[in-house]
Nanobody
Framework: QARPSESGGGSVQAGDSLRLSCAGG???????MGWFRQAPGREREFVAS????????VYADSVKGRFSVSRDRIRNIMYLQMNALNPEDTAVYYC?????????????????WGQGTQVTVSA
């Protein structure tokens, strides 16, 4: 299967932590991967990305210092560790496979997208 698949979403309270996982599709092991999110009534926005070997990461300003992206290339899984969550982080979180070894904030740089996992943070 080419499409990645997310897991690990849930409902938490403000200040809590949550870790999302993304099982990469068959084309993702040598490609960058990224996390995006979409809150109700808002456009999809970039969260974080990681290069093919994990050596380079990019974060949205809104999550910098709180979220951490990593990947296990052997198991072909990407993670998003989310700390100090607040209600503004409530959204459906999507993982995506980059078109090349490096990918940044632009959604156009990604090909395959997962179905999404819901994260809800209550005050």
């Amino acid at each position: 299967q080419a499409r990645p698949s997310e897991s690990g979403g849930g409902s938490v309270q403000a200040g809590d932590s949550l870790r999302l996982s993304c099982a990469g599709g068959r084309t993702s092991s040598n490609n960058a991967m990224g996390w995006f999110r979409q809150a109700p009534g808002r456009e999809r926005e970039f969260v974080a990305s990681i290069s093919w070997n994990g050596g380079s990461t990019v974060y949205a300003d809104s999550v910098k210092g709180r979220f951490s992206v990593s990947r296990d290339r052997i198991r072909n899984i990407m993670y998003l560790q989310m700390n100090a969550l607040n209600p503004e982080d409530t959204a459906v979180y999507y993982c995506a496979t980059g078109r090349s070894s490096y990918a940044g904030r632009d959604a156009a740089g990604y090909t395959y997208w997962g179905q999404g996992t819901q994260v809800t943070v209550s005050a």
